[in-house]
């Protein structure tokens, strides 16, 4: 049944919000509750909307809204506070509550916090953002396709600057220079002090840690425990960190090589060694001839998609997949996502992205850059380093957030080892960058998500613990595999 939540306003006076970089004060934010959408209601959630400054330069001009939802703590004994969460993307985190509930968050949290989920700006439900791209361009999604020769660079560079000036001449164009994550983490905080409160907690993971990163290193004083997982490098989404993914599917992909050679059934090979001369077969086979509608580059997105979930179902699916191919047999059926807000979805990940840093505007440098990836990381390298809407974009409106050790030693990172999307050496690069604000728990585990995802009591433990109590370990922890260890279960992927 459809549960319906009143329209109230919930009038909350707000100290004036000093940005940093900005001499202008934001006037005081108001939550208005509303009815959630359909596909968000659930049990004890509800919505409401803020309206924020669309540029926090001129806190008194034009103002966008950002819809947020909120399943509130019952146990007004045990309550602490407020847990803003971001599943990654950037994309519609308003459903987050919900679903890390019925992941496993444990009841212990719930009660602690009234748990937050934002729609950032510019996507889904928030003030949206479109590029007016075709149904190509959006189902193509946000990381390039493997370039097999060096002209497919240079075809790619016309279908990126197409894509980049789509969106700077849509009829959303002048929301693009401020769908920024240094703004976004400005509206969390407006979020926080509209909620009445001091302090906020945040879990975010994938892209979302680095909108943590960016929100307490703009905020050391209101952020409050900050848990970030999958962690992005110090520098977020830029050209480097696009890169990184050939870098995470190296690593990740010896767990798949192992658990299909263990499973014969499937006759991609009696040893890890043999997968992997499989896949490249495969690959090389699919370039010349595709099977089916799958392409050589196709063939290597999708297998990093089967990475990035891990797990015996995600490796059972990519498998099956797999021997498929190799004998022109059908393909399994597999799920039917849900494209109805990919246009949003896409278009505010391209803005984000593209406005939070300067990437190379020659693309002679993603030629170079391509070259050498395709030689350190055969497997996805000359994806992950080919050409971005980015490299097309403006220039950002303000310099990147440096992360830096300045704050409260209020952060603890949690890494798996094997992360095909965020590496263990970006998330490196980020723990330097935070020195002594930060703690690492690292998990021997592959797959994108730890906390809750990887099914390792350890990092659970340590990680609600640290929710709950701020008992944050007082320096780098290590979490041993867990072989018996179940994953969550109907908690939909991050990132």
Not at 49 to 77: C, F, M, Q, W
Not at 131 to 141: P, Y
Not at 404 to 433: H, I, Y
Request: a neutral charge; hydrophobic letters at 40%.
């Amino acid at each position: 049944m459809r549960t319906t939540v009143p329209v109230v306003a919930v009038v909350v006076a707000v100290a004036a919000l000093v940005v940093p970089g900005v001499s202008s004060a934001a006037p005081a934010a108001t939550v208005r509750w509303v009815e959630c959408p359909a596909d968000v209601v659930a049990p004890g959630v509800e919505c409401g909307t803020l309206r924020v400054p669309l540029d926090y330069r001129e806190p008194d001009g034009r103002r966008i809204e950002v819809t947020i939802s909120r399943l509130a703590s019952k146990n007004p004994a045990k309550r602490r506070g407020v847990l803003l969460t971001n599943p990654g993307g950037p994309s519609e985190g308003l459903t987050f509550p919900a679903d890390l509930r019925r992941g496993g968050l444990p009841q212990s949290v719930l009660d602690a916090y009234d748990v937050i989920g934002v729609d950032p700006r510019g996507i889904g439900r928030s003030t949206p953002v479109t590029c007016d791209l075709t149904e190509e361009q959006r189902n193509a999604g946000s990381v390039p396709p493997y370039a097999v020769t060096p002209a497919d660079v240079r075809k790619r560079a016309v279908e990126a600057e197409t894509i980049a000036r789509k969106c700077a001449a849509s009829p959303t164009a002048d929301l693009l220079p401020h769908n920024t994550t240094a703004n976004i983490a400005r509206d969390l905080d407006l979020i926080r002090a509209a909620l009445g409160e001091r302090t906020a907690s945040f879990l975010g993971y994938s892209y979302g840690t680095y909108l943590g990163a960016v929100y307490t290193a703009l905020f050391p004083r209101t952020t409050d425990r900050v848990v970030l997982d999958s962690n992005l490098g110090a520098g977020g989404w830029d050209v480097e960190g696009g890169r990184m993914y050939a870098r995470g599917v190296e690593d990740a992909f010896p767990d798949f090589a192992k658990w299909a050679a263990a499973h014969p059934e499937y006759g991609l090979g009696g040893t890890p060694e043999l997968v992997r001369a499989k896949y490249f077969d495969l690959a090389g086979r699919l370039d010349r001839t595709p099977v089916q509608g799958i392409s050589g580059p196709l063939f290597r997105m999708l297998t990093f998609v089967g990475l990035y979930a891990g797990g015996d179902a995600a490796f059972g699916a990519m498998a099956a997949n797999w021997r498929a191919l190799d004998t022109d047999t059908p393909l399994p059926p597999g799920p039917s996502p849900d494209l109805s807000r990919l246009e949003s979805l896409i278009s505010g990940r391209f803005h984000v992205m593209c406005g939070d840093s300067r990437w190379p505007t020659s693309v002679a440098t993603y030629e170079r850059n391509v070259a050498v990836d395709r030689v350190h990381y055969p497997m996805f390298g000359a994806a992950a380093a080919n050409v971005y809407p980015c490299a097309f974009w403006p220039d950002p409106v303000e310099q990147p957030v440096r992360i830096s050790d300045r704050g409260p030693r209020n952060v603890l990172m949690v890494q798996n080892e094997r992360d095909p999307a965020t590496p263990l050496a970006g998330a490196l690069s980020t723990r330097r960058a935070f020195g002594d604000r930060a703690a690492m728990l690292t998990i021997d585990h592959a797959g994108h998500g730890a906390y809750l995802f990887a099914g390792n009591t350890c990092a659970n433990d340590k990680v609600t613990a640290y929710l709950l109590g701020g008992q944050r370990p007082a320096h780098d922890v290590a979490c041993a595999a867990e072989a018996h260890s179940p994953a969550a279960t109907g908690i939909p992927a991050i990132g």
